[in-house]
C-alpha cells in the first residue's frame, strides 16, 4: 500500500485544489506536497534496518520475511496515530515559515519563533514515544521527524507553497494514511500513545484469503487511478489517454492462475511482481510502437512529457486487465 497512501493524498488535494479554483500548477504542487507527506508514517520500517544484522537480512540472500517479522513489531504504531498527525502536521508548517526581508511581511524574529514551536513540538513528540516506547520510540518517531522536516525543507524550496498550506498539508497527508492499511495487516495504532483500539482486527474483504488478497490489490489501484484521473481533470488531457491496444495483451495474465501458487497478504510478492511487470510490458510496448527513432536523439519536451504520461496511462490500464483476468479465470477455478 505504499504507493496508494501517496497517490491517494495527492489525488484529494488536487481535486480539493481545482474544485477551490486554483491554477493547474499550484494543484499540481499542492497535491505533490500532500502525497509525500502521506507516505511518511511508513518511514517506521526503518526499525527493521536497525534491529536486524546484516546476517540476517542477506545471510543467505534477501531474505524479505525476516525484514518483514522486524519491521512488523513497530509498524503502523506510533507514526499512523491520528493525535500524533495533529502534532506533526502543523509542526512541519511552522518549520516551513522563513524570514522575508524584501518586504517585511514576516520577520527574521517571527520565523526564528515558528521554527523554535515547531522545534519544540517535534521534540516533544519523539519524547513521549519515548516513555511510551523505550529506544524503539527514539528510532522509529526520530526518523519520522527528521524526514518529515527534509519534506518540509524540499516542499518549501521546490514549491511556493506557503508555510499555511504546507501544514495544511502535512496534516492531511498524514491523516488520510492509515485508512489505507484497515485492509492489509494489524489496525493501526490511532490514539498512540494511548493504549486505546480503535478497530480491533483487519478488515476482511473476503473469507477466502486469495480473495482478500485481490481485493486489498483493487483498493490499491483504485487509488493510483484516481490520482491519475485527477492529473486528466486538471490538465484537460482525454479520457481516451487511458486506450491503447497494448493494454488489452494484459488480460492474458489470467493464465497464470493456472499455474501461481494462490496469493495471499503472506506470500504475495510473486503475484505483484509479476502483475506489475505486465503493466511495465504494455506501457513499453505503447510506447515502441510510437516513438520514431529519431526522437530520442533530442531534448525531451513538454510533448514528451504529456507522452510519458500516457504510456503510464497504459501500463495502468494493462494492469488493470491482468487483474480483472485474473480474478475471472480465478473464481472459475477455486470458487
Avoid at 518586504?103 to 519524547?127: F, I, K, P, Y
Avoid at 491496444?245 to 499455474?259: E, T
Avoid at 505503447?286 to 519536451?301: D, E, F, G, N, Q
Avoid at 501500463?315 to 479465470?329: E, K, N, Q
Wanted: net charge positive.
Amino acid at each position: 500500500m505504499f504507493v496508494g497512501h501517496a497517490l491517494l493524498a495527492f489525488a484529494l488535494a488536487v481535486l480539493f485544489a481545482e474544485w477551490r479554483g486554483w491554477s493547474t500548477r499550484q494543484a499540481l504542487l499542492l497535491g505533490a506536497a500532500t502525497g509525500a507527506f502521506a507516505a511518511l508514517p511508513d518511514v517506521d520500517v526503518v526499525y527493521a534496518v536497525v534491529a536486524l544484522d546484516g546476517g540476517q537480512l542477506f545471510g543467505s540472500g534477501v531474505n524479505p520475511t525476516a525484514f518483514w517479522d522486524a519491521a512488523n513489531s513497530v509498524h503502523r504504531s506510533m507514526t499512523h496515530s491520528v493525535l500524533v498527525a495533529l502534532v506533526a502536521g502543523p509542526a512541519f508548517g511552522l518549520w516551513a515559515v522563513r524570514a522575508r526581508t524584501a518586504d517585511g511581511v514576516t520577520s527574521r524574529r517571527r520565523a526564528w519563533g515558528a521554527r523554535v514551536a515547531s522545534a519544540v513540538l517535534l521534540v516533544a513528540l519523539v519524547a513521549v514515544s519515548i516513555v511510551a516506547s523505550g529506544a524503539l520510540g527514539a528510532v522509529v518517531m526520530g526518523a519520522f521527524v527528521a524526514a518529515g522536516v527534509a519534506v518540509t525543507a524540499l516542499s518549501r524550496r521546490k514549491t511556493d507553497l506557503s508555510p499555511r498550506l504546507l501544514g495544511l498539508a502535512a496534516t492531511a497527508g498524514l491523516l488520510t494514511h492509515p485508512w489505507g492499511d484497515l485492509v492489509t495487516g494489524q489496525p493501526p495504532q490511532f490514539l498512540y500513545p494511548f493504549e486505546v483500539g480503535v478497530i480491533e482486527s483487519r478488515v476482511v474483504l473476503h473469507p477466502d484469503p486469495t480473495m482478500h488478497l485481490l481485493g486489498a490489490f483493487a483498493i490499491e489501484l483504485a487509488a493510483v487511478w484516481l490520482a491519475a484521473l485527477a492529473v486528466v481533470r486538471v490538465t484537460d488531457r482525454s479520457l481516451g489517454t487511458f486506450y491503447d491496444r497494448s493494454a488489452v495483451l494484459g488480460a492474458g495474465y489470467g493464465a497464470l492462475a493456472l499455474v501461481l501458487a494462490p496469493p495471499t497478504l503472506a506470500v504475495s510478492y510473486h503475484f505483484v511482481f509479476s502483475i506489475l511487470a505486465v503493466g511495465v510490458v504494455c506501457s513499453g510496448l505503447s510506447w515502441y510502437r510510437s516513438t520514431p527513432v529519431a526522437s530520442l536523439r533530442r531534448r525531451p519536451t513538454a510533448g514528451d512529457v504529456r507522452a510519458g504520461f500516457a504510456f503510464g496511462a497504459t501500463g495502468l490500464s494493462g494492469t488493470t486487465m491482468a487483474l480483472i483476468g485474473y480474478v475471472v479465470v480465478y473464481v472459475s477455478l477455486w470458487l
